[in-house]
């Protein structure tokens, strides 16, 4: 979706008329509906609209307080995003206890090669801190003694650094369906292993316990279905003989930190999109690569393949032989 659209998000109880409410706003001030998406989970209402501003009959500011007055009628959250206010976008990443992901997306953030500000790391252990410290950014620990995350915390923070993305930096919890469903398609997590093949827990001891030749990592979208969602990057490498656990995180991690920042880019870029739970590169991004590198490919096999042998014939030769 092209960004000189605004973008209007709403989340609250389902109640009959809420898309009507809105949409009639926005044709009264002159707003064309380019694309619109909406869900209901569990009784909570989620909708993305992206619409023309560019010839409503108001001012931004109006549209904005006529907006809010609407969500307090309503009871909901309306959130608006005109084209500059996304000029500039931000992430929010969320960790556990391994940094080499974290230290990655800073790395990138300070050389500019992002293409995004870092507006907050939130962790459920405090062990990450001093790296967000080191580089200045707002570090929030929403964890208990044993790790266990305050969802309604985290909840609160993303609403208030509402950053563009959320990147799963090696968080190590479950996300709520609530946060998941908040945020569909705005989240990003990184799994060891070449998806769909092991999700879950100890995916690296999964590739060692299967005896599979070749591992590897995958960044996706985060759905309320665990280590499911669209796949956007991979990275595959090969499983040494006898591979300890230890052997292949430790091969697995660069990896991972690579294929991580290579989807944050594709998602801040909006080169790729999401259609029928697979990823696809829109028609105007270029030197992209979604797969396996081009000179994988040349070095496959070309035949033989069914129906091209050369020595077999096909049934109108067999008939001409009769």
Known sequence: MTRELTELTVVGEDDTGLIASVTSLLFERGINIEDLDQAVRDGLFRMTMHVDTSEMVCTEAKLREDIDDLADDLGVEIKVRFPKDRETQSIAVLVTKESHCLEAIFESWASGDLGADIDVVIGNHPDLQPLAEKYDVPFHDIGDEKG????????????????????????????????????????????????????????????????????????????????????????????????????????????????????????????????????????????????????????????????????????????ADD
């Open 148 to 319: 266990t995350p305050d969802e309604g915390e985290l909840l609160e923070l993303l609403a208030e650094y509402d950053s563009d993305l959320i990147v799963l930096a090696r968080y190590m919890r479950i996300l709520s369906p609530e946060v998941v469903f908040r945020y569909e398609s705005q989240i990003i997590n990184v799994h060891p292993s070449l998806l769909p093949s092991f999700p879950g827990a100890s995916a690296y001891m999964q590739a060692i316990e299967e005896g599979v030749r070749i591992a590897g990592v995958t960044a996706h979208y985060v759905t309320t279905d665990l280590d499911q969602g669209p796949i956007i990057t991979q990275r595959a490498f090969n499983v040494p003989d006898d591979a300890t656990e230890e052997e292949l995180r430790q091969i697995g991690q660069p990896l991972e930190a690579e294929a991580l920042l290579e989807a944050i880019s594709l998602h801040l870029d909006q080169a790729v999109s999401v259609h029928r739970g697979r990823t696809k590169l829109r028609e105007d991004s270029e030197d992209v690569q979604l797969g396996a590198p081009e000179v994988l490919a040349e070095e496959n096999p070309d035949r033989p393949i069914d129906g091209l042998g050369e020595f077999v014939a096909d049934d109108e030769d067999i008939e």
